[in-house]
């Protein structure tokens, strides 16, 4: 019997994508469908003995949180690494009981892996997979691989990966949600408040962030206020990475992504002082100098933004906006807000509004707990023309190709 591994491959629905659904949106029903192609690996028609065929959505997350310092990279802790299974493994096939292998010709194995809606949870492989990133550097990376395991005999097993992009659909700026003002207060030294208000919470790449802020003296304490000078008033938008977020010593790394100042040196009113400030989320080109888009490797949509809100098991990226009132006569004033970036601008947004009701409708005729899969095709070597599945026929006891 033949050792020889077969040749494997994992198609789609026909010109659909490997994704039925939108992950993160439950209504969605976020699934995988595709099937699994079995055919001889020497040759064209040596047949292939196969035992079992399973197949599963594996995610893989890495973490370096030194592989952007030249010196540090080589002297710190070395890259972290950790493999899950997401939602359950599918057994497509396993010979019947009393054979070491069925010899085929070709195998055709329909499937269907639900990707998990469930927030929470302990058990990991029910929470909602987060979204496929690489961080600049490799610092922090998930992905995720269809993994296809052929046992063929006893002895001999093959595993074979294909990469599958993720994207996650929970944090669009267009929902309802993130449409909702947020506001805050604080005091400084008991004589000026600080009152901010920010009327939506989701932001994407170019996407427009303005924040109305508001500087009050206390009226208890207004002999002491009115000496109060705003010097300047500084918007920022920073990013904050934790290494080990479940682990014993989460580590915590904050970029500044952006920033924008208003000079003020005014004496603090006694109606007190507003003002609304502003400024853009910066936006990564896909272009380069000649306008062509690369092609980005298969593991990784290309996102224009650098990184976006995610939290996964050895990391987490969250967003701040920073608003620091720099005043004279009192303590500074500083609040911390925290904001959620999503991979698309408010525009791409709203577009993907009208696919998701469409995709909450398709699967609300769907069954989680006995989908419908296609019938699998598998063609046995002692099946009568056998040979045709493969497009050859036998002609005076030589293989031939075959002609209708």
């Known amino acids: 019997m033949a050792t020889t591994p077969a040749s494997v491959r994992v198609s789609g629905p026909p010109n659909r994508s490997f994704l039925v659904g939108y992950p993160g949106i439950s209504a969605t029903l976020p699934r995988i469908e595709g099937k699994v192609e079995i055919r001889p690996g020497q040759g064209f028609s040596m047949p292939v003995p196969v035992s079992l065929v399973r197949i599963c959505l594996q995610k893989r997350e890495t973490i370096h949180p030194d592989a952007d310092s030249l010196t540090k990279r080589h002297l710190g802790a070395p890259r972290k690494e950790t493999t899950d299974v997401v939602g359950k493994e599918v057994l497509l096939f396993r010979c019947s009981s009393g054979k070491d292998a069925e ?22 492989n029910r929470r909602i997979p987060p979204a496929s990133l690489q961080l600049p550097s490799r610092i922090a990376e998930t992905y995720y691989e269809l993994v296809v395991t052929v046992q063929q005999g006893h002895s001999n097993q093959y595993r074979y990966s294909f990469p599958l992009p993720l994207l996650r659909y929970d944090t669009l700026s267009t929902f309802g949600m993130y449409n909702k003002p947020e506001t805050r207060q604080i005091t400084s030294d008991n004589l000026v408040h600080l009152a901010i208000n920010l009327p939506r919470w989701s932001y994407g790449p170019n996407d427009p962030i303005t ?14 206020a009115k000496k109060v000078t705003i010097d300047k008033i500084t918007l920022g938008i920073e990013e904050e990475i934790t290494f080990n977020p479940e682990g014993d010593e989460p580590t915590k790394k904050v970029n500044k992504l952006a920033k924008q100042v208003q000079v003020v040196k005014t ?8 003002t609304n400030i502003g400024l853009v989320f910066p936006a990564k080109d896909l272009r380069d100098s000649e306008g062509i888009i690369k092609r980005g490797r298969p593991a990784f949509p290309q996102y224009e933004v650098a990184s976006f809100t ?12 920073s608003i620091k009132v720099q005043v004279s006569g009192a303590r500074d004033l500083h609040i911390r807000q925290p904001i959620v970036i999503c991979p698309l601008d408010q525009q791409g947004c709203k577009e993907e509004m009208d696919a998701i009701e469409i995709a909450a409708r398709e699967a609300s005729h769907v069954d989680p707990n006995n989908p419908m899969v296609p019938a699998r095709s598998i063609v046995l070597a002692n099946d009568r023309d056998a040979l045709r599945a493969l497009g050859l026929c036998t002609v005076g006891g030589q293989k031939k190709p075959f002609i209708e």
């Open 310 to 321: 995610t939290s996964s098991t050895l990391y987490k990226i969250e967003f701040y906006l």
């Open 211 to 224: 924040v109305y802020i508001k500087i009050a003296p206390n009226l208890d304490w207004w002999n002491k």
């Open 103 to 124: 010899n085929v010709y070709s195998m055709d194995l329909p499937f269907i892996i639900f990707i998990p809606f469930g927030r929470g949870g302990e058990e990991t």
């Open 267 to 274: 004496k603090l009113p006694e109606a007190g002082y507003a």
